[in-house]
């Protein structure tokens, strides 16, 4: 029996998290990844060496590895002290491949190879992109200064605002049976992939089912005194589509079933999360998630 095309959206650790999930059902799986990180050692690489920020890319490379694989550790290796301090080495790796082979994409893949990773990883542009954003009225510029900005987060866009997706991202999510927007930093890791007008069409004309994961808790301060049904609102004030909103009724982050559906999405409470590490569940989220294919 054939196993069902998986695509996930978002970035940072929120879609590691769901990649780690999805890897246990799903085949072929994608990743497309927001690369409008600028802080860290991704946003050191950005500025110094012009490349797009890699850091995200590395951790969905890290949840796909495989099991056997060494690669894995090494490559959220992080260097402490000296001109090397707070890079992680497969930062380093990603932006040497992609230096000597002229192509992001290509060192991704090349990474991914290494790992044996179970899936690919997609840069959700070709180039990297500049996080904009209005809080309280105010313009705020970089994906770091949205994420400590103390106020309401409005409107995200992203600079280029005509930035390309890469064909195999809008490959992906045409031939997908499920499309995931992974749980994570809502407007600086979801919602700058769905800034992507590419991608947006994509998931619009796509025949998959979208569903929208839930964060378990709120994230200070960007998205303090927001609500689950809230969270929904801001993916479909930015243009997104969600068909199943899925969260857990025991997390910290407040669901009303009733205000979900107002928005047109069909809530799906399901035991999600780990209580003790406040972490997605690796297994009650890929049940969740496969239940819907059913």
Known sequence: MSKPAVVALGGGHGLAAALTSLRRFASPLTAVVSVADDGGSSGRLRRERGLPPPGDLRKCLVALADEDSPWAEVLEHRFRGGTLDGHALGNLIIAGLTEALGDFGSAIDEVASLVRAAGSVVPATTAPVVLKADVDGHPVEGQVAVAASRGRVG????????????????????????????????????????????????????????????????????????????????????????????????????????????????????????????????????????????
């Open 155 to 294: 409107r995200v866009t992203i600079v280029p605002e005509d930035a390309r997706a890469p064909a195999q991202a809008v490959q992906s999510i045409a031939e997908a049976d499920l499309i995931v927007l992974a749980p994570g930093s809502l407007f600086t890791s979801v919602v700058p992939v769905l800034c992507v007008e590419d991608i947006r069409a994509a998931i619009a004309s796509s025949p998959a089912k979208v569903a929208q994961v839930c964060n378990l808790a709120p994230q200070i301060p960007e998205t303090e005194g927001l609500t689950g049904a809230d969270h929904l609102r801001v993916v479909l004030d930015h243009g997104g589509r969600v068909d199943v909103f899925v969260y857990d009724p025991a997390a910290r982050l407040l669901v009303e079933p009733d205000d979900v559906r107002a928005l047109g999405a069909e809530p799906v409470a399901a035991p999600i999360g780990d209580s003790e590490l406040a972490a997605h569940d690796p297994e009650g989220l890929a049940a969740a998630l496969a239940a819907l294919l059913a």
